[in-house]
Structures are given as C-alpha cells and as structure tokens.
C-alpha cells in the first residue's frame, strides 16, 4: 500500500476546516488593503530560484529540481516571491502592484515538527515602490493577520540589510572578522565563513551562535540613508502600536534582501523552530530576474508553524460542524436530493445520507455531522407533501412543514441562534 513521500502528509476533515479558515482570515485581512490574489506555476525555469543565492542552503542542498522531456531544467517552488518577481517581469502590471497568494513550497531537508519538505505559505508582495512606509503596511498587515487569528504571544524582530553597497562592505567586514574566529566555529559553518559569511549568522549551531554573539553588526555599517529609512519603518509602527526589538543579526536566509527584515516568532515554540513568518525588502531581485528596476517589499508565512502556534495558544479552534442541516428520507432519495439542493442554493449548509440505508442509520450520520437540524421524509410525510423539522441539539421537539415553508423555517431558526 503506498503511502505519503517522507516529509509530507495528507491534510483531511475536520483538520483541513482550520486551513480553510485561516486562508479565508489572511484573505481578509490582506484583500481590505487592496491586495489580490496571483497564482502562479509550481515549477520554473530553476534560474529563477538560484537568484536567491548561490550560498543559500536553498539553492545548494535543498531545492526539488530535475529536467522534462524538453530537457529544460525546471525545479519546484522554495519559497514564494521569486515567482511573483518573475510573474511581475513577464505581465508589467501597473505599478505598486499588491498581490497576495497560498502556496505549496519545497525543500528537501530533515522533517521535523512544523517543517515538511512540502510546506504551504500564504504570503503578499507589493511591488514598485521604495516607500519605507510600503514596509510598514506589509509588516502591520502581517501583524494583523495573526491577531486576527487569536494568536497574542508573538514577538516582531527588526533589522535593516542596509543598500546593496552596506551589505558588501558589512560581509567583507564580517568575512574578516570569522577569518579570526574559523577554529571556534562549528565546523559545518566553516565553510561559508569566506565566501558566504552572512550565512554563519543563520547557523542554529550551538558553537557558532555562541562565536557569533560578538560579531560585528550591519546596523555599525548602515549608510545614512539606510538608518534615515530604518528610522521611518520604526516610527511607523510606534505609530499603529506594533511592538518589535532591533535585531542587529537578524539577516534572513536568502541573498535577495536590502533594508528591512523582520520575523515574527511564536514564544510557545522550541526555538529552534519558532518562527511562524518573515519578510524582508528586495529592490533589485526585479532587476536580477531580467526585468525593469522594481522596487518590492513582502513576506510569507508557513501554515502549518501557524497551526502549531494556534494550538499553544488553543486559537483558531476547529469549526463545530460541517454543515448546518441533515436531511433523512426513507421513502428512495428522491425527497432527500432536492430538499438539500434546495436548501444548499438558499444560502444554507446541508448534507444527506446515500445507499437507501434505514431510518436509525440515517440517523446515526446525522448525529456525528454535526448538524444542529434535521429534516425527516417518510412514508407519512412524502403523502402529505411535508417534512419533520427536528432540533438535533436542544432536544426541544420537531414539527411538520409544507415542503414550500422549509427554506423559510430553516433560515429562521438558524438566524435565531
């Protein structure tokens, strides 16, 4: 019998009704501001992703790549941006373009709680702007998301990437500095010490964090522009009461970052893995992809971390019943197909019972859907052009409708509470 690839996992009912709340909150959230959905391939061109860094963990050990019959070397999507960059290149839609999407993301790397090597995102972008308070909107959106959710243990870290030209002159400065240091580092990170030092300071390694702790920071290499920015992103959020901390090593995992990056961590998580999204400005990953210079600003946030920290928190419960309204009919189904296509196309939840089972057993799968009403057809009922309307909850009785006062009496009862 087969079953799911290591590092994936079926999402099935009743679970996947907290999917589909938390994607129906973040589209919320994030459509109120004037983002709108894109969607774009699962696979591209793997040049695509390789702009996200040559020294990345990404692009070196983890990416799912391969060659179609076409012999085109494709690879599945990492992570989500580099497509919309690449979607933004190919259309050239009007400028700031602000869209938002869910995605399944890849990456071979070691399973572990919250991580899969097939993940899922929601995210936003907002393209063709260098305003810093475009970071603010992208930041605060992502804040509100989550305490829309219910989730109120989280901590915002903030840092600044500085220009393309602080970022050089703060890895040369970092190189020399880990050149010192190379014999305190763990030994996987040794490596990227001279060519890829801003790597080191992603190292969850216990020697190296400890090594790291005295590294010089960005922040001592900001230009003055870059902090003028800095500034603005931070009193952008003293001004809508969003709390973070500067986090001077906080530089994200991907090479495509300037300016701003942020990451939101869940204080109820091992801390290891305790970041339940991020996000970062990236004003020249447009350019890197072939296509016009295009400011953009955005984040993404893994679904399945969020779920575990709804579950530390006991947020985002799960949906109490599927469908609103049952309908049993005894008398060969006929009943019992159009009462629910009627009811479903009034606007209300409703399901039925197949393969001419009894009475009792009808009602048996009544009960477990979790319907707070049911409508009964039988014999007596079909004669007289009616059903039974029952209270499956309250216990409070049932009555006999018309067929014709069904929708009605239905949709009151519900509204009632």
């Given at each position: 019998m087969f079953q799911a690839p290591k590092g994936t996992r079926d999402i099935l009912p009743?679970?996947?009704?907290?999917?589909?709340?938390?994607?129906?909150?973040?589209?919320?959230?994030?459509?109120?501001?004037?983002?709108?959905?894109?969607?774009?391939?699962?696979?591209?061109?793997?040049?695509?992703?390789?702009?996200?860094?040559?020294?990345?963990?990404?692009?070196?050990?983890?990416?799912?790549?391969?060659?179609?019959?076409?012999?085109?070397?494709?690879?599945?999507?990492?992570?989500?941006?580099?497509?919309?960059?690449r979607a933004f290149n190919q259309h050239r839609p009007t400028v700031p373009w602000k869209v938002w999407y869910l995605t399944p993301c890849f990456r071979y790397e070691e399973?572990?709680?919250?991580?899969?090597?097939?993940?899922?995102?929601?995210?936003?972008?907002?393209?063709?702007?260098?305003?810093?308070?475009?970071?603010?909107?992208?930041?605060?959106?992502?804040?509100?998301?989550?305490?829309?959710?219910?989730?109120?243990?989280?901590?915002?870290?903030?840092?600044?990437?500085?220009?393309?030209?602080?970022r050089q002159a703060y890895a040369g400065l970092l190189a020399e500095w880990l050149a010192r240091r190379s014999g305190d580092l763990d030994e996987a990170d040794r490596a990227n010490a001279a060519g890829h030092p801003l790597r080191v300071l992603d190292s969850k390694r216990e020697r190296t964090v400890a090594v790291v702790a005295d590294a010089p920071r960005i922040t001592d290499c900001l230009s003055d522009e870059a902090a003028t920015r800095l500034d603005r992103v931070r009193s952008g959020l003293d001004a809508l009461g969003i709390g973070y901390e500067i986090d001077p090593g906080l530089v994200r995992g991907l090479d495509y970052y300037t300016h701003s990056t942020w990451e939101f961590a869940a204080g109820d998580l091992t801390s290891a893995q305790n970041a339940v999204g991020g996000g970062g400005r990236y004003d020249g990953l447009a350019e890197s992809l072939g296509g016009r210079p295009a400011p953009g600003v955005g984040f993404g946030a893994g679904i399945e971390r969020i779920l575990l920290a709804a579950d530390a928190e006991d947020a985002l419960s799960q949906p109490s019943a599927a469908v609103d309204v049952f309908v049993v009919d005894v008398t060969g189904g006929d009943s019992g197909r159009d009462l629910t296509f009627e009811l479903r196309r009034n606007g209300i939840s409703s399901d039925r019972a197949f393969d001419s089972r009894s009475m009792k057993a009808q009602m048996k799968v009544a009960d477990r859907s979790g319907a707070r009403l049911a409508l009964l057809v039988g014999p007596d009922e079909l004669a007289s052009g009616t059903a039974t309307l029952r209270d499956l909850r309250s216990g409070g009785g049932q009555i006999a409708l018309a067929r014709t006062d069904v929708v009605a009496e239905v949709a009151a009862r519900l509204a009632g509470g």
């Open positions: 009743p679970e996947s009704h907290r999917w589909q709340a938390l994607v129906a909150v973040f589209a919320d959230v994030i459509g109120r501001a004037g983002y709108g959905l894109v969607q774009s391939p699962m696979f591209e061109d793997i040049g695509v992703f390789q702009r996200l860094g040559e020294g990345t963990e990404v692009v070196r050990k983890e990416m799912y790549d391969f060659h179609d019959k076409g012999d085109r070397h494709l690879a599945l999507r990492p992570e989500g941006t580099a497509s919309v960059v399973p572990q709680a919250g991580r899969f090597r097939q993940h899922h995102q929601v995210g936003a972008e907002a393209i063709g702007s260098a305003d810093p308070d475009l970071d603010v909107e992208v930041i605060a959106l992502q804040h509100d998301f989550y305490r829309v959710l219910g989730l109120s243990r989280l901590s915002l870290r903030l840092n600044s990437m500085g220009s393309p030209g602080d």
